[in-house]
């Protein structure tokens, strides 16, 4: 297990790696590049299960989408959720880091081009964010399970802030940290590998974070909190995932 210590610097709105010791966003990569195709197929063209009963309909009562809304849709994967909210008819713009992920995306989400543009990305990338800036700003953004993917949190967040309309809304979910977080630390930030879907080709990296440190990150860049859900799996009392709505306030 690697350590990750994190620190804000003076103005709180960016985090300094403090143990050199760190995966980067480059290394995180490869895994994901590995696991490209793999995904996309495990995932259909419908998402699995875990993704359509438990993620899905809370996310989408977070981000309470209308017809004509203009979003962005952060780590996509294989492009599934662009494709439900472009049935509501929805403008997507979405981005992956792995150019696999957004191969394959644009292949399968290939009859919504229309309504769906694919960019290969560095969510930890402040101006790789913004140069997928619009005529106009986004309504809303989303992240499906991939906060915790992420090896550095605050250029997604300010890039999100900055690509936002006034009161538009972020939605995130990720594993729920007070539960299922390595070695028993809660408080502790850490990265450590595992396996997302059973049989994937290679671990991939893991980015524990705090809810204090998420929470944190989300405030400094200008967010305010004004949706949350905690969900439960198979009838268990501890939830899993958290799922996050945040507003941008002016």
């Avoid at 101006?127 to 949190?153: C, G, H, T, Y």
């Avoid at 990150?217 to 939830?239: A, K, L, N, Q, R």
Wanted: proline fraction near 4%; glycine fraction near 6%.
């Amino acid at each position: 297990m690697l350590a990750l210590r994190l620190a804000w610097n003076e103005k709180g709105d960016a985090m300094e790696e403090m143990d050199t010791c760190v995966v980067s966003s480059k290394e995180s990569l490869v895994a994901w590049e590995a696991n490209a195709d793999f995904w996309d197929k495990r995932m259909g063209d419908e998402s699995n299960e875990f993704h359509r009963e438990i993620v899905r309909p809370y996310t989408d009562c977070l981000m309470d989408v209308q017809p004509g809304d203009f979003v962005l849709d952060v780590a996509c994967g294989n492009g599934n959720y662009s494709k439900h909210l472009a049935e509501q008819g929805v403008r997507v713009v979405a981005f992956d880091y792995s150019e696999k992920m957004i191969k394959n995306a644009k292949r399968r989400q290939a009859r919504y081009a229309d309504l769906i543009e694919f960019h290969s990305r560095d969510a930890t990338d402040y101006q790789q964010i913004l140069s997928l800036r619009k005529e106009r700003p986004f309504d809303k953004a989303v992240a499906n399970m991939a906060v915790m993917d992420i090896s550095l949190l605050p250029p997604l967040y300010m890039a999100v802030y900055e690509l936002l309309k006034d009161d538009g809304v972020f939605v995130f979910s990720l594993n729920h940290p007070c539960f299922i977080r390595p070695g028993g630390d809660y408080l502790e930030a850490c990265v450590y590998k595992g396996e997302a879907i059973i049989g994937q080709p290679v671990e991939q990296y893991y980015f524990h974070r705090s809810l204090q440190e998420l929470f944190n990150c989300c405030f400094s860049c200008g967010f305010v909190i004004d949706g949350y859900f905690e969900e439960v799996i198979d009838g268990s009392e501890t939830p899993i995932i958290v799922i996050i709505r945040l507003k941008k306030i002016k």
